[in-house]
């Protein structure tokens, strides 16, 4: 290539790097600057005239001088430069002083045998600013502004096993309630409430963040002294003594706290959440509002319910399940009115089972939806065959699992049911606890309200042991109380029980509900439930649980009798 073809091309590169939307700049071994372009300037704040031949160290922050000094050095004693082909994030300074990230590209030449520097600069600040940005996210709760799961995580991987720490798990209490009465909107407005309540009582090491939902956790380093963590979630439980004020109403929420302590209770981060899971869980089961220390019964507990569970599923597959049904009767002539369909398990070793040895892993199993739905199809076919066989449109109750109510399909079940067995919607009756109902959504209320337009029936099982309140029972569409029989047991004996039941019968009165009495063994039981004004019950006074076969052997005659006497049947 002759001098001339040679300084064109010179001149191009120059043209072009001149007008580049990329800041471009030269240095020699010197560390002066030898050319600026138009986008260096913009980039930072110099023109050319300003810093051509003066020290590249200008646009370099002052703590990085001495580095890019020494590393200038052995390119221009070695003739390589270490970082000459590669992009590398670094910060440069700007003519206001302030730093600012770039994305360079070093070249490395040599002209008249000096070695020559060149650079590509892009300002990257919108990418870090980016990054930043999703750091912030990966790491933070948008809707509290609380440190997230991840945040947790990290600090657990970083401490546990390493020092003494301990973790609390925090569950509201009544917070679904106050979600699905109040709306979303407001239930939002809680956790962010919540949130800033509990930031305030902790101390600067005590680290909290929210999980999801309504859980949150507190993590406490370089601590594992029961009495320190008692006394952190006595200050927990005073962040809710006072209300919540949302729009104008003043709401009440309690917590659930599970502790657990590292190296104690577990030396990894997961078994450490999971301790503490349990021991949240434990605190739950019984009734909530408590804090619990984690134990290793739990984790025991724990065991023992994930093998029933898998028991159980065999059991279902295997048809191991029966339903049995004890009688209801109207006080006034000891007529039969229906049966309730109760579960049993037909254990291959452990004989016949009670709901009381499984029912409560089953209600929280995957299978219970499915479970719910064989009952359901079962006692719908047991009532459909009692009419068939002259016992009357008898009325059977059946009782959802917190599953069925959840799934969506509730309405579609019961309706499909009844067409199967060509049952009357009136001669069945859905039971929901008061516990179970604080627990569900507004998609359940709208299903059970469908069911009770087409006649079915919609009653308040084992009233008065739960925490159901007046707006409740007239939120949902109920035809019937059933009174606990903690009330009936002692009703003969005790003024307290005995005005309990008066009170509840008046209440039900007056929303228009019928009630009935469970537990019902002795005359002098029947005879104040009378005199208080209650029209139905049911117990072992009228007769015990049994299967449907026996029901048509038991009750079948006695039909026959009443019919030639012109009564009905009656116990």
Avoid at 435 to 452: E, F, G, H, I
Wanted: net charge negative.
């Amino acid at each position: 290539m002759s001098q001339s073809e040679q300084q064109a091309n010179e001149r191009r590169y120059e043209q072009m790097l001149a007008n580049s939307a990329t800041a471009a700049v030269c240095a020699g071994a010197n560390n002066l600057i030898l050319s600026w372009n138009t986008a260096a300037e913009e980039l930072f704040g110099h023109s050319a005239e300003q810093v051509v031949g003066q020290p590249l160290s200008l646009i370099i922050p002052s703590r990085l001088r001495a580095a890019h000094d020494a590393g200038l050095a052995r390119a221009v004693q070695s003739g390589r430069a270490r970082l000459a082909g590669r992009s590398v994030e670094i910060l440069a300074l700007h003519a206001n002083g302030t730093e600012i990230p770039v994305d360079l590209s070093l070249s490395m030449w040599f002209e008249t045998g000096s070695p020559v520097f060149g650079a590509l600069i892009r300002d990257i600040a919108d990418r870090h600013s980016a990054k930043k940005r999703l750091e912030h996210l990966a790491h933070c709760d948008t809707l509290t502004s609380l440190p997230n799961r991840n945040a947790l995580q990290e600090r657990l991987a970083a401490a546990v096993g390493t020092v003494p720490c301990s973790l609390l798990l925090l569950d509201l209490d009544g917070f679904k309630h106050v979600n699905d009465s109040l709306g979303h909107a407001l239930g939002d407005q809680l956790l962010s409430a919540v949130a800033e309540r509990l930031s305030a009582s902790l101390k600067p090491t005590e680290f909290v963040s929210r999980l999801g939902g309504d859980e949150f956790a507190i993590f406490v380093p370089d601590c594992e002294d029961p009495l320190i963590l008692d006394e952190l979630a006595a200050r927990v439980y005073k962040t809710f003594d006072l209300p919540f004020e949302l729009a104008g109403q003043s709401v009440y929420v309690g917590t659930s706290i599970g502790i657990a302590m590292s190296p104690k209770d577990a030396v990894d981060p997961d078994h450490l959440l999971s301790s503490a899971d349990l021991a949240l869980y434990s605190g739950k089961s019984d009734g909530g509002g408590l804090r619990k220390f984690f134990a290793r019964e739990m984790q025991n507990s724990a065991e023992q319910k994930h093998r029933l569970s898998s028991e159980l599923r065999k059991a279902f597959a295997e048809r191991e399940f029966e339903l049995w049904y004890q009688p209801q009767v109207s006080l006034s002539d000891n007529s039969l009115t229906g049966f309730e369909a109760l579960l049993r398990w037909r254990h291959p070793d452990r004989e016949l089972l009670l709901p009381l040895a499984f029912i409560e892993v089953l209600e929280r199993s995957a299978i219970a939806e499915e479970v719910g739905d064989w009952i359901l199809d079962q006692a719908c076919g047991a009532a459909a065959d009692w009419n068939r066989n002259g016992l009357g449109a008898l009325r059977v109750g059946v009782n959802l699992f917190p599953a069925q109510l959840r799934s969506g399909r509730l309405l579609e079940v019961v309706s499909s049911a009844l067409r199967r067995h060509d049952l009357a919607p009136h001669q069945l009756e859905l039971e929901i606890t008061e516990n179970t109902v604080l627990r569900q959504s507004n998609p359940s209320t709208k299903a059970l309200k469908m069911l009770r337009e087409l006649g079915v029936g919609v009653s308040f099982d084992d009233f008065g042991t739960g925490f159901a309140s007046l707006s409740l029972l007239q939120e949902y569409p109920l035809t019937r109380l059933k009174i606990d029989r903690t009330f009936i047991a002692r009703i003969d004996r005790s003024n307290s029980d005995a005005a309990i039941v008066e009170a509840v019968l008046g209440m039900a009165e007056s929303l228009g509900l019928t009630v009935i009495a469970e537990g019902v063994e002795t005359t002098a039981q029947e005879a104040t439930l009378v005199r208080l004004g209650c029209k139905e019950a049911q117990g072992y006074r009228y007769g015990r649980p049994m299967p449907a076969a026996n029901v048509l052997k038991t009750y079948r005659e006695e039909a026959a009798v009443g019919k030639k006497r012109g009564t009905s049947a009656k116990r």
